[in-house]
């Protein structure tokens, strides 16, 4: 059983440039959540997807936006990137009906931007 | 707002020693806490949970007590090993309801030597 999985694992942008990043979830689940981890920071929650809608969102500009797929899969999309983006960008997914707070993460999607 | 403050690290212990990784919150109502851990090169993964007052969570020898009275949600182990170097996040829930949102504290990392 496939975990939560993320792509790219490593990306590099440039300021100004914008950048996709994607999630497929745990098999079962059906909601996604984004976090950005700074270095040596706690995540911080970006938004979360459920029935392909953003349910809540974190105190992050428009520049960041997302999306979810009827396959539950989701994209995190930045737009007009700052040096301040970088970051490790992680995906989390749970079964909504589950209402446990669990969450299952995959490993992460580390931007640079330069 | 809400928030979570932990230990400042890093911790590093021999094996066998007795750990003790501070925690401490801040929130309106009643959230659940949990404790994640993330091992090198790997995803956050839950350690344990609880979901009310005097709640203890447990697993691998890890034990938190959810004390309302000190707003805190300490993680101890009695005998730590070398594969317990990791980094401890102490999170609580979003509140009104465990949704999947995460207030996460800044992590405390563990070296345990030989």
């Known amino acids: 059983d496939a975990g939560v999985t993320q792509s790219p694992t490593h990306l590099i942008k440039t300021r100004g440039q914008q950048v996709t990043l994607r999630c497929s979830p745990k098999?079962?689940?059906?909601?996604v959540s984004w976090y950005q981890q700074a270095l040596g920071q706690g995540p911080q929650f970006i938004f979360q997807?459920?029935?392909?809608?953003?349910?809540q969102r974190g105190n992050f500009p428009d520049r960041f936006s997302g999306h979810q797929f009827p396959n539950y899969s989701s994209e995190l999309n930045v737009n007009a990137l700052l040096l301040g983006d970088s970051a490790l960008y992680l995906c989390?997914?749970?079964?909504?009906?589950?209402?446990?707070?669990?969450?299952?993460f995959g490993e992460g999607s580390r931007l640079t931007v330069l | 707002g809400n928030s979570v403050t932990q230990m400042e690290g890093p911790v590093t212990l021999s094996e066998e020693a007795f750990l003790t990784i501070n925690c401490t919150y801040t929130?309106?109502?009643?959230?659940?806490l949990f404790w994640y851990v993330q091992y090198p090169g790997e995803g956050l993964q839950l350690l344990l949970k609880?979901?009310?007052?005097?709640d203890k969570g447990s697993n691998k020898g890890f034990e938190a007590t959810y004390r309302k009275e000190t707003t805190s949600f300490h993680l101890e182990k009695g005998s730590v090993q070398v594969s317990d170097s990791a980094v401890y996040f102490c999170?609580?829930?979003?509140?009104?309801?465990?949704?999947?949102?995460?207030?996460f504290g800044q992590g405390t990392t563990l070296q345990v030597k030989p």
């Open positions: 997807y459920y029935e392909e809608e953003e349910r």
């Open positions: 929130a309106t109502g009643y959230p659940s």
């Open positions: 999170a609580l829930s979003g509140l009104p309801s465990n949704t999947g949102k995460l207030i």
């Open positions: 989390a997914s749970s079964r909504d009906r589950a209402n446990t707070g669990e969450l299952f």
């Open positions: 609880a979901t009310k007052a005097d």
């Open positions: 098999s079962g689940h059906d909601t």
